[in-house]
């Protein structure tokens, strides 16, 4: 599959956008808009600036999908403190709703026993209050890495027993968890695929 192609569901152009509520930046003086992460890349600086080194940013995607994999971008930079306030350690999160999805969750031989760690509580918070029976589950945990400016868009996919139980997914929220050393940390690009 070629990832770079594929269409991507978290682009504001294809009727994703973020939700304020499960997004960092209340009380935060971010620059930019979580919007530009969900935007094409103009040029060095279009970025969504957190004035820290972690955060979350949640999506209500184009349309719920079965995801598999994830990609995140990052301007290829020049200085060595533009690579520094790049991601480093993160986590996706799917918001699993609906009572169908929630019993496939439940009866897929694939996913009992596992045990997750949970977002942000104001994340979990803010996704119970618009659907009380919904929950959480990790998709993935991983590391992008942004010294290689011809690598600068990397994509990641889901844990292959997320994957085989089929979950669709609406809300996404990408947990930032560190970066590279900066004391801020610039969100570029996040898209969401599914296998076409």
Same mark, same amino acid.
Not at 165 to 186: K, M, P, Q, Y
């Given at each position: 599959m070629d990832i770079v192609t594929t269409f991507n569901f978290a682009s504001l152009?294809?009727?994703?956008?973020?939700?304020?509520?499960?997004?960092?930046g209340r009380g935060l003086s971010c620059q930019?808009?979580?919007?530009?992460?969900?935007?094409?890349?103009? #040029?060095?600086?279009?970025?969504?600036?957190?004035?820290? &080194?972690? %955060?979350h940013l949640g999506i209500r995607l184009a349309s719920s999908i079965a995801i598999t994999h994830f990609s995140i971008e990052h301007a290829a930079m020049l200085t060595m403190n533009h690579q520094r306030e790049?991601?480093?350690?993160?986590?996706?999160?799917?918001?699993?709703?609906g009572a169908s999805n929630i019993e496939c969750f439940h009866a897929s031989p694939q996913l009992q026993g596992l045990s997750y760690s949970q977002p942000?509580? #104001?994340?979990?918070?803010?996704?119970?209050?618009a659907s &009380?029976? %919904?929950?959480?589950?990790?998709?993935?945990?991983?590391?992008?890495?942004?010294?290689?400016g011809a690598n600068n868009l990397q994509t990641f996919p889901i844990y292959p027993n997320m994957h085989a139980?089929?979950?669709?997914?609406?809300?996404?929220?990408?947990?930032?968890?560190?970066?590279?050393?900066?004391?801020?940390?610039?969100l570029y690009g996040f898209h969401v695929h599914r296998s076409e």
């Open positions: 152009d294809a009727g994703a956008y973020h939700i304020p509520d499960i997004t960092s930019g808009s979580p919007d530009q992460a969900l935007t094409p890349i103009l #040029e060095e600086g279009d970025c969504w600036l957190l004035p820290e &080194p972690i %955060g790049a991601p480093h350690s993160m986590v996706l999160w799917g918001f699993l709703e942000a509580t #104001e994340v979990m918070e803010a996704c119970k209050a &009380p029976r %919904g929950s959480f589950v990790e998709l993935a945990h991983v590391s992008y890495g942004p010294f290689n139980a089929g979950l669709d997914f609406g809300i996404v929220v990408l947990e930032i968890r560190s970066n590279w050393g900066a004391d801020s940390t610039c």
